[in-house]
């Protein structure tokens, strides 16, 4: 019998196993998927991230890349038809389980045409802003509600808003408890925000809200990680207000970093516009911090995040808390890796069951 094997489709995946900037949700999900079912063989497609081709092993996951950089439809079509390729010789070598596509997306539209022509199992997990109005591979693809995984509540209303169809099974981001310390430690860091520095983030925001806070607090210190085309603009709103002293810009750091500054902030900052449920979230809550963001993920709200309606409501959210000389920190986990990797698997192993038990009465069929 073929050995069993799940595919994952991804715009991009980890380079190699020091590359943790990469889409870390993603790949903490990868990893405990296959810690957590070491006998299936996971395989990820990566479309253009690392930008070489290549075949190679991460945490005992396959990963094939094919260094589909968009440099236009004709190289797009090329990507497609070598990863289509690929799908076709892992159909011959393994007993697939089926398909799983991040985002709906490229992945998604390959995914589905291949796992319906091979009658193969195939979920679409929606991942953020692929849930917003105007992504045009909704109509190519055509997804069932069953097909779609949303991360989010939050995300499952948008499609439901936007296309007109709900998404059958909801499952966020969960939390790898190895990589945060129990080791208590003095939380010197009154306000941290991370993440991408674009304009969706809306980081500059973060900075309205210490340049009022330093009113009150003159030694403030900030931490904000992250790279991205707003840095620039970011700097000079801080010379402006003239508040070196108080943010440091710290770039781009590696995801075990950024754990390690959750656990040593008071309260994290996540000013974005739109937010299909930030692992920065769930992180920050489970290293203590308080959170205060825009976004509300899920209907239900954990304790320690404070979801706020406009920068005034957040500034005063943020001058708030720090003005609790006792504010306490609890670790709140929201959802454990392991958790999320057992209910996704559970999708496919309930078809796997299906598939092999109508091919035993098949068998005995032709026995009889």
């Not at 439901?160 to 945060?180: C, K, M, N, S, W």
């Not at 607090?217 to 840095?231: H, T």
């Not at 954990?302 to 406009?310: N, S």
């Amino acid at each position: 019998m073929k050995p069993k094997a799940l595919i994952i489709l991804s715009p991009g995946f980890a380079a190699d196993e020091s590359d943790t900037a990469c889409l870390p949700p993603q790949q903490v999900f990868v990893k405990a998927l296959k810690q957590t079912y070491p006998d299936t063989h996971l395989i990820v497609l990566s479309f253009h991230y690392p930008f070489r081709r290549d075949n190679y092993n991460w945490h005992g996951v396959q990963i094939v890349s094919f260094n589909g950089k968009d440099w236009g439809k004709g190289f797009r079509l090329l990507t497609w038809t070598s990863v289509w390729r690929q799908l076709q010789l892992l159909n011959k070598q393994y007993r697939l389980l089926g398909i799983l596509s991040f985002w709906l997306g490229e992945c998604a539209y390959v995914g589905k045409r291949f796992a319906k022509k091979h009658q193969l199992k195939h979920h679409i997990w929606l991942l953020g802003q692929d849930a917003k109005a105007g992504n045009r591979f909704f109509k190519r693809v055509n997804p069932m509600g069953d097909d779609l995984i949303a991360l989010s509540d939050f995300v499952a209303d948008s499609v439901d808003r936007h296309y007109g169809i709900r998404p059958q099974h909801t499952i966020p981001v969960g939390i790898e408890a190895d990589l945060f310390s129990d080791t208590p430690v003095k939380r010197h860091i009154d306000i941290l925000g991370a993440g991408s520095l674009i304009p969706l983030k809306q980081y500059h925001l973060l900075i309205e809200t210490v340049r009022l806070a330093v009113l009150y607090f003159p030694k403030l210190r900030v931490v904000l990680c992250g790279k991205g085309p707003e840095e620039n603009a970011l700097r000079d709103l801080i010379s402006q207000y003239k508040l070196e002293n108080n943010i440091n810009l710290l770039g781009e750091v590696p995801h075990q970093e950024v754990i390690r500054l959750m656990g040593q902030s008071r309260v994290f900052v996540h000013p974005s516009e739109y937010e299909g449920f930030g692992s920065v979230l769930a992180e920050a809550l489970y290293a203590g911090a308080h959170v205060v963001s825009f976004c509300k993920p899920m209907n239900v709200v954990a304790d320690q995040h404070h979801v706020v309606a406009d920068i005034n409501e957040m500034q005063r959210r943020v001058i708030g808390l720090l003005q609790q000389p006792k504010l306490k920190h609890e670790r709140i986990l929201l959802y454990s890796i392991e958790s999320i990797a057992q209910q996704v698997m559970e999708l496919y192993q309930t078809n796997d069951k299906s598939r092999q038990t109508s091919k035993d009465t098949e068998t005995n069929n032709s026995i009889t």
